[in-house]
């Protein structure tokens, strides 16, 4: 087999797909973002275009929510991936409901993670926002008896950037560690 380097190409997808609500001033604003990741146990990533109107909220409130995209949200998680907030009011785009401290969350969203921003990694053209996690709310219907999420039940849509698609969650192949665990 022959690789082809095909350059600094970014090759991390499939990732979950989610939509970043945020305060606007005083209204609430909707981003779709397929550009995050997780960073130790409690934080997590969100990294943005400079120039979107998400950027000011966020660095204006400090506070945002990270929701979890399933298919029945999708056309409207789509549309606030293909209209700014600063040409359109995206605020009823979805229904909302209030975290204590404020932040916006998409009230038929079946997990939720309420932020509040940790610090900001600026690259050329980009802020990624290092968000520590306040409180994490779902969906009754998607935990199991033990209180876990169930991925299963939830199927979070993710995107693959080359072929721009969204895509569902797949089968389960075996449980973690069940091919290398050696029983003494
Ligand atoms: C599938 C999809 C994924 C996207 N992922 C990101 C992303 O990870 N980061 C980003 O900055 N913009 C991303 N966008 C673009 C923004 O969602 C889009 O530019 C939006 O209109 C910006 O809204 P705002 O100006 O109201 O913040 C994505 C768009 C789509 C359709």
Redesign the pocket.
Known sequence: MMKKNIGHTLALYPTP?VVVGTLVDGRP????????GIIGHDRVM????K?????KGIKETQKLSINIINEELLPQA?R???????KED?STLFQTVYANNGTPMIADAPVVMECTVDDIYETEG?ESFICKIDNTFVEEDVLTPEGKIDYHTLKPVL?QMPG?E?LRTGDVIAKCMSFGKKEK
């Open positions: 797909l604003n909707w981003v779709l973002v397929g550009h995050v969100v990294s943005l275009a120039p979107h109107y998400t950027n789509d606030a991936g293909c209209v700014s907030g600063a995206k980009f995107f721009y969204y």
